[in-house]
Structure formats: C-alpha cells, structure tokens
C-alpha cells in the first residue's frame, strides 16, 4: 500500500517549530489530523544539537555507540546519517524532516536522498521545506505553510515548484553608498596561500594550497563536507594558529610577523548564519548597522552624523529605512540576513565574507540576498568571497577556488 508523503513548503515568517509540534503532540489540523495518535519524531538540527549535549555531559551517545566516535567530531553528512539510523531506531509511524537537506555538499544530499527513498516505502514522510528545489521525488501532497501558520493546499506541485520568484532580483534601486574612508593598503594582492599544507596531528587537511585574491574580486569557494573550507577560512580571518609559520600573507603582510587579530579584522567584514544569536537583544537596525564601523556585538558609544548618514544610506538601500528603529530580533530571518550584510559593509572593507548567507532562507529571500551580493560586487571596491553548498540561481562570481579531497589533504583548483 502507497503511504501518504506530504511537503510544506516554507516562508521564513512562518513558526515551523510549532507547526512541527501541533502535529506531533497531536493538535494538528486538517490535512495533518490523519497522523493523530501515531507516533513521530521530528528529524532536525534541534533533536540532533540535544543529542550532542547529552553526548557533552554522559561522554556517551547512543547514536554513535558503535562507531566509537563523537557525535560532534562528525562531518554534516555523517551526522545526518547517524540522526536518521537513530531515530528509524525508534520504530515511528511517520517522520517530519525539518529540510534534512540544509548544510550536506551534493554527495550527501544524493546519500541522504537514497536513503528516504528506501524508508519512504514504509514510513509516511513530511518533508517541511524551504527550497523548492529539495523536494523528494516521492512526494504526493503538499501545502504551504504562510505567515499566520494556515494552510493552503498545493494542487499542482510540479508547476508549483516551476514558479520562479523573479520579483525579487531588481529590487535595489539605490546605488551602494560610498565609504566615509578608504582603507589604505599598500597591494592590490590582499590574500595570498604560497604552496600552503595544514594538517591536524597525521591528518592533512589540505596540501599545497596556491591561491591569489586580489583587489575588487569577487570569488566562490567550494568543496563538500570535510575539504578544509572552513580550515582556510579561519586562516584569513585570524581565528585559526595554523596560519602561523605558513607562506601565507594577508594584505600585503606575512602572517606572524607582528600584526593582531583585531588589525586583521577591521579589514574584513563577515557574515555567517550563526551571528544572528550574538543579536537577540533589542538593538534597532540603525544600531545595527552603525556597531559595523566598530565590529562591536552592540553599540556603546554615541555615533557620529557621518556614520548615522551612512547607515540610513545602507537601510535606504536594502529598502528598511523605515524600520531603522525596529528591533533586529523582531525581523524575520531573510531582513536579518540583509542587515547583516549591510551591517559588514558599512565600513567598506577591502574583504567581505559570505559563509552560507543563504543558509536556512526559503526562494523569495534568498533571490533578495543574492541581488544584494550582486549589487555590492559590482559597485563596490570590496572583494567578495562567497562560500556556500549550493550553486545559486543567479550568483554571478568571477572565479570558483574548489577544494577537491584526496588521500593525502585537498588540493585546490581554480575554475
């Protein structure tokens, strides 16, 4: 007998934890009151970060007791798996995957898809899903899930999925704003590796990586789970003591030659998915954006009216002035992610960082973010490096740096 699969595609203004939770408490309304009274676990991040703080404090977990390795010492698709042999463990009725997608390089995607196809034989799926594009090819019923967490059925789920948001990519009227000042820097050569190895006790991260970023260039890097994206990451922004004792210069300067961190920081501006939870008090958007000319989690000091002028200039652009005294907790995730962005350009640094910025974003708001990328790339002097798991519709970089494993550490390939 074919089982009933469901998908509810997302808006980053619906509660997706509640919804999850009215079916599984047994609340749910129509079209989910079927699954009253069956047994479901919810497959998310959420459950999988509660497994590894009771890995942290019983220095055991149930999910990798045979493996004799850590829940959190295990690259996103290998995580992934082990959640899923785990909660498959539990014998239930029907699983509600919370984009089991999100974070897995295509291998993983591909491995992880195999796998529910299989399960999907025998255990009803709900697929909650913020890109169309992830929807498991099983899939029979789907809904959306709007802003006020009612429901509208999806009678046609191909030419759903067919439907491209086009509204979202000329939107920004507005030039980007000039700098208050520019940084001064003797090289057009900002960062470069020069045959650069980094490896962990035996283990080779990544081998002999030769790589020049220049000036006003804006590039992707790419590689799958595990190929030291993160590694060479944390090198350029200063995080990483591996960048010691290499033949690898940041702005014109060797590393280790005397240079902070923070005189390295305030050349870069950075964002990442996870800076939203260093902002959940009220700051508004303009303090938002203002804290960007002193990388300051908060603004302490009284601005001056060049630095308010410019932020209102940046809110301006991304078209939020009219929320500038809104709070930055109250917004929902895609008007975050763009004053984040906006928020590490105030200052005009000669690098900026984009690590996954689409991250957990449905298809409206992540058009909105790439036409923001896009914009600053081509009318800013600041060098973009954009690193994500997936090839966005739309992205237009110049260069591809692609990290490709072997046996003995990822070499990197220029494309």
């Known amino acids: 007998m074919q089982k009933n699969h469901w998908a509810v595609f997302l808006s980053n203004n619906s509660d997706t934890q509640f919804f999850a939770q009215q079916i599984l408490n047994g609340k749910a309304v ?10 479901g676990i919810l497959f998310s991040p959420i459950l999988l970060n509660e497994l590894i703080e009771e890995e942290s404090r019983r220095d055991y977990s149930e999910v990798t007791k045979n493996i004799n390795r850590q829940l959190k010492s295990l690259s996103s698709g290998e995580q992934k798996k082990a959640l899923l042999a785990y909660v498959l463990a539990q014998q239930p009725d029907f699983i509600i995957l919370d984009n089991p997608f999100d974070n897995l390089d295509k291998s993983s995607q591909q491995s992880l898809k195999e796998m529910l196809v299989e399960i999907a034989e025998h255990i009803s799926l709900i697929q909650l899903i913020n890109r169309k594009k992830d929807i498991l090819p099983f899939i029979n019923n789907a809904v959306v899930l709007e802003e006020n967490n009612t429901l509208s059925f999806v009678n046609d789920i191909a030419a759903f999925i067919d439907q491209h948001d086009n509204g979202a990519t000329n939107i920004y009227s507005k030039k980007v704003p000039e700098p208050i000042h520019h940084f001064k820097i003797d090289t057009t050569t900002l960062i470069q590796f020069n045959n650069v190895t980094v ?10 990586i030769n790589w020049i970023i220049r000036a006003g260039e804006f590039w992707q890097l790419v590689g799958p789970n595990g190929s030291g994206k993160t590694t060479l990451l944390t090198m350029i922004t200063g995080d990483n003591v591996k960048g010691y ?11 280790g030659t005397g240079e902070t961190v923070w005189e390295i920081k305030k050349l870069i501006g950075y964002v990442t998915p996870s800076m939203t939870d260093l902002f959940s008090t009220r700051h508004t958007l303009e303090e938002m954006i203002v804290s960007g000319f002193y990388d300051s989690i908060g603004l302490y000091i009284v601005p001056t009216e060049m630095e308010l002028r410019l932020a209102n200039e940046w809110l301006q652009l991304i078209e939020m002035d009219h929320l500038k005294h809104t709070a930055f907790c109250e917004l929902s995730l895609g008007l975050q992610r763009k004053v984040l962005i906006a928020r590490a350009m105030v200052k005009h640094p000669p690098v900026l960082i984009l690590d996954e910025p689409a991250f957990g974003l449905d298809d409206h708001n992540t058009a909105m973010v790439t036409a923001l990328i896009n914009k600053i790339a081509a009318e800013s002097r600041t060098s973009i490096l954009y690193v994500s798991h997936r090839t966005e519709d739309g992205i237009t970089p110049q260069f591809i740096f692609e990290l490709i494993p072997t046996e003995s550490g990822s070499i990197g390939v220029v494309k």
Do not use: S
């Not at 129509?30 to 047994?39: D, I, M, N, R, S």
């Not at 690898?248 to 590393?255: M, S, V």
């Open 30 to 39: 129509e079209p989910f009151t079927a699954f009253t009274g069956l047994k």
């Open 199 to 208: 490896q962990y006790d035996e283990k080779i991260i990544v081998k002999n």
């Open 245 to 255: 004792g290499k033949d690898f210069e940041l702005f014109g300067r060797k590393k």
